[in-house]
């Protein structure tokens, strides 16, 4: 493979993992905003003891488990690009 097309895909890569750390700093941000909510609606749930703060508090973590479920998926991704240009730097 060319010099320059490695280079190229090299520069791709680079810049998909700075764009999905970027989004990680902000998923980091909205979990931990996420799990507070659901502490707070899980407290207020027990406290209450209704039906209606039950289904909030377990729609709030519901949303937590979805968030860390993406957040997840996005760090696989960065571990995945991260040994892409390992494999594309070996080329050089």
Do not use: N, P, Y
Request: charged share 35%; no cysteine; hydrophobic share 40%.
């Amino acid at each position: 493979m060319g010099s320059w097309l490695v280079e190229r895909r090299l520069t791709q890569v680079s810049a998909r993992i700075r764009s999905l750390r970027d989004e990680l700093s902000v998923i980091d941000e909205q979990l931990d905003h996420l799990g507070d909510d659901a502490d707070d609606q899980e407290i207020r749930a027990l406290v209450s003891e209704t039906a209606g703060a039950s289904f909030e508090a377990r729609d709030a973590r519901r949303h937590v488990d979805v968030m860390a479920k993406h957040r997840s998926h996005v760090v696989e991704e960065i571990a995945s690009l991260e040994q892409r240009q390992d494999e594309l730097l070996d080329r050089m």
